[in-house]
C-alpha cells in the first residue's frame, strides 16, 4: 500500500531542489510544486501525531489503519508494542547544523517526561539510525582523550572558557580516570557565561584568519567558521574540539545510542528511530536549551572517530542490513542491479516502511515504483520486484527489530 507522507519544513533545512526531500516527493508526485525559497528538512514515514502517514488508497491514516487491522504488524511486533508501529523512519536534508543534542533512555525519558510534559511530551526513548544517502558531516560521541587534551594545549581560549583549575585535573587524569573530570570541564564549558563565550570566540576566529592552512585545519577552522555565520556568539562552537568530527560517505552509518552527543552538520540521509520526539539540547541552536539535564545524562565514553561508525551486514547479494541493539527499528539497504531483472524482498516478522531512493520498478503485476515511492508492508508479506527501464532500484526499508 503506497503512503502520503509528511514534510516538516525546519530553518536548517536544504532550500527547494537542492533538497532530497523536496525531490522525492516531486518525483513521485508531478504536480507538487516546489517552492525555491521554502527549506525542506525532512520527510516524516510513521504514525508520529507530529507528522502522520497516510494510506494514499483508503484515505485514512496508517495509524487508524493499524489501529483497525493489528494483525498486519506481526505477532512478535504485537506483543512488544501492542498496537503501535514501534519506529519513525525518515529522510533529512541538512543545510545548517542541528543542535547538539542528546536523546533519553527509556528510563529518563519517562522521569523527563512526569517533570515536564510541556518540554519532553512522551515517555519513549529515542535511539536512532543514520545512513547517508550523500557525503555527510556530523559531530558524534566524544573524541580520544589524547584529542581533547591536544586541543587544550592549543587553544588558550579554550581553557578560559573551562577555567584553568578543571583543565588542570582533566589533563593530568589518566586513561581509566578521565570520565569525572571530562564531565566537570565539559560541564563548566557549557555552563559559561554567554559575554565570555562570545569574547573568546571573537578571539580564536581572529586568531585562525593568521595562522597557515595547515594550523587552520588542524584546529579546524572553517567548520568553526561555518558554526559561527549560523550561530554567532554560541558555546556550541567550541564543541568541535570535544566530539569527533565526521564525514561518512553515501552508505556508511551512524548509530546513536541513548545519552549520546551529537549534532548533524550538513548532508543527506535516511534516519530510523524510536516513535518519539525527545530531545536534549545544549548549544548551535535557538530553541530551550537544558544544559543541566545534558550533562548530566552523558556517558562522557571517549571513542575514536571510526569507532562511531556502525557496520551493516549482507544478508544476501541485494540486501544489507543494518540491525540496532534495540527491538524498536532496524533497516535494510536494498540495491537490486540493473542486470538481475527481478528480486524478491526478504520478507519480515515486523511491518515495514519501504522508500525508494533512484530507479523505478513494479510489484504486484503492474504498480509502478519509483524515485520517492513509499510503501507499507504487511508483516511476513512477499514482495517480488521487477526492474523498468535499465537502471538499479536503491531502496531502503525500515521495520521492527524483532
Same mark, same amino acid.
Given at each position: 500500500?503506497?503512503?502520503?507522507?509528511?514534510?516538516?519544513?525546519?530553518?536548517?533545512?536544504?532550500?527547494?531542489?537542492?533538497?532530497?526531500? #523536496?525531490?522525492?516527493?516531486?518525483?513521485?508526485?508531478?504536480? *507538487?510544486?516546489?517552492?525555491?525559497?521554502?527549506?525542506?528538512?525532512?520527510?516524516?514515514?510513521?504514525?508520529? =501525531?507530529?507528522?502522520?502517514?497516510?494510506?494514499?488508497?483508503?484515505?485514512?491514516?496508517?495509524?487508524?489503519?493499524?489501529?483497525?487491522?493489528?494483525?498486519?504488524?506481526?505477532?512478535?511486533?504485537? /506483543?512488544?508494542?501492542?498496537?503501535?508501529?514501534?519506529?519513525?523512519?525518515? =529522510?533529512?536534508?541538512?543545510?545548517?547544523?542541528?543542535?547538539?543534542?542528546?536523546?533519553?533512555?527509556?528510563?529518563?525519558?519517562?522521569?523527563?517526561?512526569?517533570?515536564?510534559?510541556?518540554?519532553?511530551?512522551?515517555?519513549?526513548?529515542?535511539?536512532?539510525?543514520?545512513? #547517508?544517502?550523500?557525503? *555527510?558531516?556530523?559531530?558524534?560521541?566524544?573524541?580520544?582523550?589524547?584529542?581533547?587534551?591536544?586541543?587544550?594545549?592549543?587553544?588558550?581560549?579554550?581553557?578560559?572558557?573551562?577555567?584553568?583549575?578543571?583543565?588542570?585535573? *582533566?589533563?593530568?587524569?589518566?586513561?581509566?580516570?578521565?570520565?569525572?573530570?571530562?564531565?566537570?570541564?565539559?560541564?563548566?564549558?557549557?555552563?559559561?557565561?554567554?559575554?565570555?563565550?562570545?569574547?573568546?570566540?571573537?578571539?580564536?576566529?581572529?586568531?585562525?584568519?593568521?595562522?597557515?592552512?595547515?594550523? /587552520?585545519?588542524?584546529?579546524?577552522?572553517?567548520?568553526?567558521?561555518?558554526?559561527?555565520?549560523?550561530?554567532?556568539?554560541?558555546?556550541?562552537? *567550541?564543541?568541535?574540539?570535544?566530539?569527533?568530527?565526521?564525514?561518512?560517505?553515501?552508505?556508511?552509518?551512524?548509530?546513536? #545510542?541513548?545519552?549520546?552527543?551529537?549534532?548533524?552538520?550538513?548532508?543527506?540521509?535516511?534516519?530510523?528511530?524510536?516513535?518519539?520526539?525527545?530531545?536534549?539540547?545544549?548549544?548551535?541552536?535557538?530553541?530551550?536549551?537544558? =544544559?543541566?539535564?545534558?550533562?548530566?545524562?552523558?556517558?562522557?565514553?571517549?571513542?575514536?572517530?571510526?569507532?562511531?561508525?556502525?557496520?551493516?551486514?549482507?544478508?544476501?547479494?541485494?540486501?544489507?542490513?543494518?540491525?540496532?541493539?534495540?527491538?524498536?527499528?532496524?533497516? #535494510?539497504?536494498?540495491?537490486?542491479?540493473?542486470?538481475?531483472?527481478?528480486?524478491?524482498?526478504?520478507?519480515?516478522?515486523?511491518?515495514?516502511?519501504?522508500?525508494?531512493?533512484?530507479?523505478?520498478?513494479?510489484?504486484?503485476?503492474?504498480?509502478?515504483?519509483?524515485?520517492?515511492?513509499?510503501?507499507?508492508?504487511?508483516?511476513?508479506?512477499?514482495?517480488?520486484?521487477?526492474?523498468?527501464?535499465?537502471?538499479?532500484?536503491?531502496?531502503?526499508?525500515?521495520?521492527?527489530?524483532?
Amino acid at each position: 500500500m503506497e503512503l502520503i507522507c509528511a514534510v516538516q519544513n525546519y530553518d536548517w533545512g536544504k532550500y527547494g531542489r537542492d533538497s532530497i526531500v #523536496a525531490s522525492l516527493i516531486k518525483t513521485s508526485n508531478p504536480n *507538487f510544486v516546489i517552492n525555491e525559497e521554502k527549506p525542506y528538512a525532512e520527510l516524516w514515514m510513521g504514525t508520529h =501525531v507530529n507528522g502522520p502517514s497516510y494510506l494514499m488508497e483508503k484515505n485514512i491514516s496508517l495509524e487508524k489503519y493499524i489501529e483497525e487491522n493489528t494483525n498486519v504488524l506481526g505477532s512478535e511486533v504485537e /506483543q512488544i508494542f501492542q498496537s503501535s508501529l514501534p519506529f519513525l523512519f525518515k =529522510v533529512l536534508s541538512v543545510r545548517k547544523a542541528l543542535s547538539i543534542q542528546v536523546h533519553p533512555d527509556k528510563k529518563k525519558a519517562e522521569e523527563l517526561h512526569l517533570f515536564d510534559p510541556t518540554i519532553y511530551k512522551d515517555s519513549n526513548h529515542k535511539p536512532e539510525l543514520m545512513i #547517508a544517502l550523500t557525503e *555527510f558531516e556530523t559531530l558524534c560521541g566524544f573524541r580520544p582523550i589524547e584529542e581533547i587534551k591536544k586541543y587544550l594545549e592549543l587553544l588558550p581560549e579554550l581553557r578560559a572558557l573551562i577555567g584553568d583549575d578543571l583543565v588542570h585535573e *582533566f589533563m593530568i587524569t589518566n586513561d581509566s580516570e578521565y570520565r569525572e573530570p571530562l564531565k566537570k570541564c565539559f560541564r563548566s564549558l557549557m555552563m559559561c557565561e554567554h559575554n565570555l563565550v562570545i569574547e573568546q570566540l571573537k578571539h580564536l576566529l581572529e586568531r585562525l584568519s593568521h595562522l597557515d592552512i595547515s594550523s /587552520q585545519q588542524l584546529l579546524n577552522a572553517d567548520l568553526l567558521r561555518k558554526l559561527d555565520s549560523y550561530f554567532p556568539g554560541d558555546i556550541g562552537c *567550541f564543541g568541535i574540539y570535544m566530539f569527533n568530527y565526521i564525514t561518512l560517505q553515501p552508505g556508511e552509518a551512524v548509530y546513536i #545510542a541513548p545519552n549520546e552527543p551529537h549534532a548533524y552538520i550538513y548532508g543527506d540521509c535516511i534516519e530510523c528511530m524510536a516513535c518519539s520526539d525527545n530531545i536534549v539540547r545544549a548549544g548551535l541552536t535557538p530553541k530551550l536549551k537544558d =544544559v543541566k539535564t545534558l550533562t548530566e545524562m552523558l556517558t562522557y565514553k571517549c571513542e575514536p572517530d571510526f569507532a562511531k561508525k556502525f557496520p551493516g551486514y549482507c544478508e544476501d547479494n541485494c540486501t544489507e542490513i543494518f540491525q540496532p541493539p534495540v527491538p524498536d527499528f532496524a533497516v #535494510a539497504k536494498i540495491l537490486i542491479p540493473c542486470d538481475k531483472m527481478e528480486y524478491e524482498l526478504i520478507p519480515r516478522k515486523s511491518a515495514s516502511i519501504i522508500i525508494v531512493i533512484n530507479g523505478k520498478g513494479k510489484i504486484r503485476s503492474s504498480q509502478i515504483i519509483q524515485r520517492g515511492t513509499i510503501l507499507f508492508v504487511h508483516a511476513n508479506e512477499k514482495l517480488l520486484v521487477k526492474i523498468v527501464e535499465n537502471c538499479s532500484l536503491l531502496m531502503f526499508q525500515a521495520f521492527a527489530n524483532v
